[in-house]
């Protein structure tokens, strides 16, 4: 294996699935064995994915560690290398390094009760806690408060909507906000009147109790949602250093070198990179423009 | 420590000694700026330069340079590091090292930074502040080590302190150009160290600075400076201890391509650009005031991201002073 940090390992593109219209999903195996076997990855990773002559570019790892064999991640198409990315085709090589970050501290968290609060694209580094707290059976139960624009930009909607059905029999409830009316949201909502709504994702907390001695709050969505739904959780009590979010940043490096993801002031610079991308809302009281 | 003597007159051979292990660059007078460049003879270097316009981080992580190439679909790498002398370092730049070596020697290691680290005798040379400087203010105007060797001017010669183990083998090699330190050497250089802490003329008071300025985070004073500020990115390039950098694709022809970097600044607007257009640091005003927070971050293992060498005033064409803005702003809190 190559010292050099830089270095990506060679991995295979084993399928490509839209998810919505702006979203694919990428199932990767690295090429070498030894190094599939070596990846060893937590819930709230990412890696660089590398595409050679083109760049790089960070991506959260949206499969659970607990699905051995593969790696999943979940892109949006915005730019000039999501853009090539979307192009790729099964059996395409696309170069990977890392996992980078610190993840979720999954093991702290057991035997508690997890609120998942994900916006739109921040169901993707969701999704491997969500698989991971399912697969192991180690947390109380599972609640998922999820946002989205549309019915159409629902990602891993035939997972979500399995989970509606029958995720009572995983410990996992799962709740829908939905912002533009569409038949298929009315079907849902009449479905699952109890579980879906039309709103944002604050206003699934409506009615919602928790024991806040034993529940931990895990929350990714866009910049703005943050502060919102942090409210939501202290309201009801939940202390801060049970809140945990995680940010995204300009990165390059992902390993602390090319200074882009810093954050905070005089007292208190962090890198998103290497001390997040999973923060605590202490980290956010304590380091000036962490959200 | 070891000190040794180097008397004047054997100067030149120990120059010449030094020559052995790599290319040597040093200060050199070009215009009217100084800068490291390759030396061939003691007579080209400008041993008394006050500060070279480019610090000496331009050896270690280069202004451009590619990191990986692309030969038919495979990454190489090319860690090829040169064995160097830079001779002539002052004691903040051997300070503004220490603090790239906290970023790019911790793990995982930058291989190209470390290789070239390895390979590099560093030989210190004493200076007198002029009216930019304020390294003494962060305790970074005195090496205690990051040198191989450290010169320390004498009427007749130079109080050599060693180092390093490299330090003691060239001393060791080069027997015959030393000399024991008399009493009068110490009492020498004695004196200069005092006359030099005397002309010192810019201070930058260090209690409660780090909270201060944070707790002035909404200071007009950071908009005074930033509307005159050009966003040039010029402090960040002569800064010892600037280091962010912008990595790039790019093809040489159909079946190669290589992976840049280049120096980046955090001046520059895309700098905490992501996804979406959404940017972090979105106005000139929160560029500036994060470029002064991140020199002004205190780590508790390695000081300040600042040592105080004075660059970042003399070739800002805005002429904004460094300490004079974080006096100001401090002086803001009411
Ligand atoms: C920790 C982390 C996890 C992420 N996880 C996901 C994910 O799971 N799914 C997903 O779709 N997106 C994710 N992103 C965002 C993703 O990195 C950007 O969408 C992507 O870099 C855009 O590249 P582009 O060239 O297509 O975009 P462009 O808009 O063309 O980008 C312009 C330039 O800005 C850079 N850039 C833009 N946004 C970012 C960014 N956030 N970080 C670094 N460089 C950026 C690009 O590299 C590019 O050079 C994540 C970002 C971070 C930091
Ligand atoms: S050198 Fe001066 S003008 Fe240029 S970005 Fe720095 S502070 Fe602004
Ligand atoms: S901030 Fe200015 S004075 Fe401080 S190290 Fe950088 S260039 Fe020198
Ligand atoms: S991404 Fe380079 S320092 Fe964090």
Redesign the interface.
Known sequence: MSENPYMTYNARILEVKDLTSREKLFTLRFLDPEVGANFNFKPGQFVIVDIRGFGEFPISICSSPTRKGYLQLCIRKVGRMTKFIHKMKEGDIIGIRGPYGNGFPMEEMEGSNLILVAGGLGMAPLRSVLWYAIDTGKYENVWLLYGTKAYEDILFRDEIIHLLKHGEAMNCSVKLAYEVESPSCIYLERGFSDRVCKGVVTDLFRGEEFDVNNTYALICGPPVMYKFVIRELLDRKLSPGRIYMTLERRMRCGIGKCGHCIVGTSTSIKYVCKDGPVFTYWDALSTRGLI | MRYIKLPSENFEKFFKSLGEWGTMYAPVKRGSIYSFQEVHSPAEIALDYNRTMLPPKKFFFRPREA??R?KN?R?E?E?EAEPMVLFGLHSCDIHGLKILDK??L?E????YYKSRREKTLIIGISCMPDEYCFCKSLGTHFAMDGFDLFLHELPDGWLVRIGSVRGHEIAWENGELFEEVTDEDLANFKEFEEKRAKAFQKELPQEG???M??LA?NSPVWKKYADICLACGNCNMVCPTC???????R?MDAYK?V?E?RY?S?FME???????G?N?RPTRLDRFR?R???K????PSAGYNCVGCGRCDEFCPAKIEHVKVLEEVRGSLK
């Open positions: 990191i990986l692309l679909g990454w790498e860690v970023v790019y911790d995982p290691a930058d291989p600075l780090a909270d300025l944070d985070y280091r962010c950098y912008e990595v790039c694709d093809w391509a992976r970097r980046d955090c895309n700098h905490g650009l992501v996804a979406g959404h972090f994060h002064y927070y991140c002004s971050y205190f780590d």
